[in-house]
C-alpha cells in the first residue's frame, strides 16, 4: 500500500502525516465523530499469523461438522448436502473477503460493527455491536451447557452445574491472562479439531475402499443417498449456522501483531481448508453411511457415539472411537466457549470506547485485557446457562432462538459496511491499488453475500411454517432476534437523531497513523530478528544458524 509522506495532502485536504513519539487511542463518539486520547492503556497487538489462522479455522469447525453434518446427510442426501454446504462456502468466501479488505486498511478490535457505524450510520453500529456482544455471550452460556453434557458420558454421576462452573472458570482463566494466552489456547483446540478432521478423511478413505473394516463401498451408497430435494432447504441453512464464528479473524484483527500482513494470509488460507474439511467430511460420511440409516438424525452432543464421525472410526475398527470422539468435542467446546468470551469482551469494549455503553468498561490492564467486559460476559454467560436449569428450559430456548440469527445480522452488516466503503474510497479520490487486500468481484460479492444471508434469515423458519400443527410460538421464536436488532436501530436512531453517513463524509482517515507506525516498527525489529524467515525447509536457514546462534548469545549476555 502506498504511504503518505509526512507533508503529503489527502485527496480532501485533510492532513494524513504520522506522529511516532505519542501513543493514541481512536475512538467514535455517539454521533459517530472521532477522538483522540492520549495515553491510554490500548489492547495489545499480540496475535501472530498462526493465532490468526486457527482463531478463524476454530470458530468454525465444531460441532456443525462433528454432529449437524450426520443430520444434513439424513435429510438432503449425500449430493444435496455437498451442494448446500458448497453454496454456504462460496457465499463465505465472498463475505470473508469484504472483511478482510476492511479489516486490513483499518484493523480495530470490533471490526466488522465499528464499520458499519463508520462507514453506514452510528444506529447501525450501535444495533449490530449490541446484536454481536449479545450473540457470544449467549454462546458462552450454550457450551457450558454442552460442556457439561459431554462430561455426562464419561462421569454421569457428577451434576452438571459442576462441570459448567469448572468450564467457565478456565475459559475465564484464558482470557483474563492475556491475548496470547487465548490465542494460543485457541491455537492448540484448533489444532485438536483439524487434526481430528484429517485423520477422519484418511480413514474413511482407507474404509470405503475397504483397506479397513474389510468391506468396500465404493460408490454404491452415495448413488443410493443421492439428492434428496424436499430436505434441500433446511440443510441449505444448517450449513449457514455451521459456518458461522469464520469472522471471528475481523474481531482478533485489532490485536494481531502484523495485521496488514497477517489478516490477508489468514483470510487466504481459513476459507480453503474450512471449504475443504467441510466437503471432504460430508463426502466421506455419504460414502459410508446410508442417508436413511437412523442413526444420523440422532446426532446430538448428549450421544457422542453416534455422531458420524465415531460410526465411521468404528467401522475402520478404532474400539475407543466414542471417547476419542467424545474429547474433541470436548476440546470443540472449550474453543467456542473461549472465542465466545474473547468476541463478545472486545464487542462490549467497543461500544464503550464508541460512548455506547457505560464508560467504566473502557478499563483496560496493563496486559491489554479489557477486565469488566470479560467479567461481565463471563457473568451474563453464567446467567444464561442458569435458565436451562429452570422452568424446563423455556427462557433458555428463547434465548438461544434469538441468538441464532445473530451470526447472519452479522453477515449481513460486513456486506453493506463493505459495500459502502469501497464506494466512498473510490469517491474520495483514493486509488484501489493502496489497498493492502482487495476483494475480487467487487460489487458481486457484497451483493451476493447480503442477498444469500437474508434468504437464510427468511427461510430459517421453514420448518415451523410448514408443521402440522402450526404452531405460532414456534415461528415467533424463530424470528425473535430479527425485531429485537430493529428496535436496537430505530431506537438509537430517534435519539441520538443520527443519518446515512454520505459517502463523501466517510472517515477513512483516523486511526490509520497509529497503524502504520507499528507496522513501521514491526517491519524494523524484524530486521534484526534472528528468527525471521526461519523455515527448515530453506537452504538459507541452515547458512544462517552460526550468526543466530551469535545474536542469541548477545542478546543473553546484553
Known amino acids: 500500500m502506498n504511504e503518505y509522506p509526512k507533508d503529503h495532502k489527502h485527496p480532501r485536504g485533510e492532513d494524513t502525516s504520522i506522529d511516532l513519539s505519542i501513543e493514541r487511542y481512536y475512538s467514535r463518539n455517539s454521533t459517530g465523530g472521532i477522538t483522540v486520547e492520549e495515553n491510554t492503556p490500548n489492547l495489545k497487538r499480540g496475535l501472530k499469523a498462526r493465532h490468526l489462522t486457527m482463531i478463524s479455522l476454530g470458530g468454525t469447525i465444531g460441532t456443525g461438522l462433528f454432529l449437524a453434518s450426520g443430520a444434513s446427510v439424513a435429510e438432503a442426501g449425500p449430493g444435496g448436502a455437498l451442494i448446500a454446504y458448497a453454496l454456504i462456502g462460496v457465499m463465505v468466501f ?111 478413505i482407507l474404509v470405503d475402499t475397504a483397506v479397513l473394516g474389510g468391506t468396500y463401498y465404493g460408490l454404491e451408497i452415495f ?103 467424545n474429547a474433541v468435542i470436548l476440546t470443540t467446546v472449550l474453543s467456542a466457549g473461549n472465542s465466545g468470551l474473547y468476541a463478545s469482551s472486545r464487542t462490549l469494549l467497543d461500544l464503550a470506547i464508541e460512548g455506547k455503553a457505560p464508560k467504566f468498561f473502557k478499563r483496560i490492564t496493563k496486559n491489554g485485557i479489557p477486565i469488566y467486559c470479560v467479567l461481565l460476559t463471563a457473568a451474563i454467560g453464567m446467567l444464561a446457562f442458569l435458565t436451562s436449569l429452570f422452568g424446563n428450559g423455556v427462557v433458555y430456548n428463547w434465548l438461544l ?70 404452531v405460532a410460538a414456534d415461528i415467533i421464536a424463530c424470528y425473535i432476534g430479527i425485531p429485537i436488532v430493529v ?15 454520505p459517502l463523501i463524509d466517510v472517515d477513512l482517515i483516523s486511526g490509520r497513523d497509529e497503524i502504520l507506525r507499528h507496522t513501521m516498527e514491526m517491519d524494523e525489529n524484524k530486521k534484526t530478528d534472528p528468527l525471521e524467515g526461519v523455515s527448515i525447509f530453506k537452504p538459507a536457514t541452515w547458512k544462517r544458524i552460526p550468526s543466530n546462534l551469535k545474536s542469541w548469545r548477545d542478546a543473553i549476555h546484553n
Request: charged residues 15%; contains cysteine.
Open 94 to 204: 465472498f463475505m470473508m473477503e469484504s472483511l478482510g479488505e476492511m479489516a486490513t486498511y483499518l484493523p480495530v478490535s470490533g471490526s466488522f460493527n465499528n464499520f458499519a457505524g463508520r462507514f453506514v450510520d452510528p444506529a447501525l453500529g450501535f444495533a449490530l455491536s449490541w446484536n454481536y456482544w449479545y450473540n457470544w455471550a449467549v454462546t458462552v452460556a450454550v457450551e457450558l451447557t454442552a460442556g457439561s453434557m459431554v462430561m455426562a458420558f464419561w462421569l454421569p454421576n457428577v451434576p452438571n452445574y459442576v462441570w459448567s462452573i469448572v468450564f467457565l472458570v478456565i475459559i475465564l482463566a484464558l482470557n483474563l491472562f492475556s491475548v496470547k494466552g487465548y490465542g494460543e489456547a485457541e491455537y492448540w483446540f484448533a489444532l485438536i479439531k483439524v487434526l481430528a478432521v484429517i485423520i477422519f478423511i484418511i480413514l474413511g
Open 223 to 325: 448413488r443410493y443417498g443421492g439428492v434428496r430435494a424436499s430436505g434441500l432447504l433446511s440443510t441449505f441453512l444448517t450449513a449457514g449456522f455451521s459456518f458461522q464464528g469464520t469472522e471471528l479473524i475481523g474481531v482478533a484483527a485489532g490485536e494481531s501483531e502484523n495485521p496488514r500482513k497477517n489478516v490477508p494470509r489468514a483470510i487466504k488460507q481459513v476459507f480453503w481448508r474450512i471449504l475443504l474439511f467441510y466437503i471432504l467430511a460430508i463426502f466421506i460420511i455419504g460414502l459410508i453411511i446410508p442417508y436413511d440409516d437412523p442413526l444420523l438424525l440422532k446426532s446430538d452432543v448428549s450421544d457422542i457415539s453416534i455422531s458420524p464421525f465415531t460410526l465411521v472410526f468404528q467401522k475402520a475398527g478404532i474400539a475407543p472411537a466414542a471417547h476419542i470422539m
Open 401 to 470: 432462538n434469538i441468538s441464532g440469527v445473530a451470526g447472519f445480522i452479522a453477515w449481513l452488516g460486513i456486506a453493506v459496511a463493505h459495500y459502502r466503503f469501497r464506494r466512498a474510497f473510490r469517491l474520495q479520490g483514493y486509488d484501489e491499488s493502496e489497498l493492502t487486500f482487495k476483494a475480487r468481484l467487487f460489487p458481486f460479492g457484497p451483493i451476493f453475500a447480503f442477498f444469500v444471508c437474508l434468504f437464510v434469515l427468511v427461510g430459517q423458519g421453514y420448518d415451523s411454517w410448514f408443521a402440522q400443527p402450526v
Open 487 to 501: 428496535v436496537l436501530f430505530v431506537g438509537y436512531k430517534i435519539i441520538k437523531k443520527t443519518k446515512l453517513i
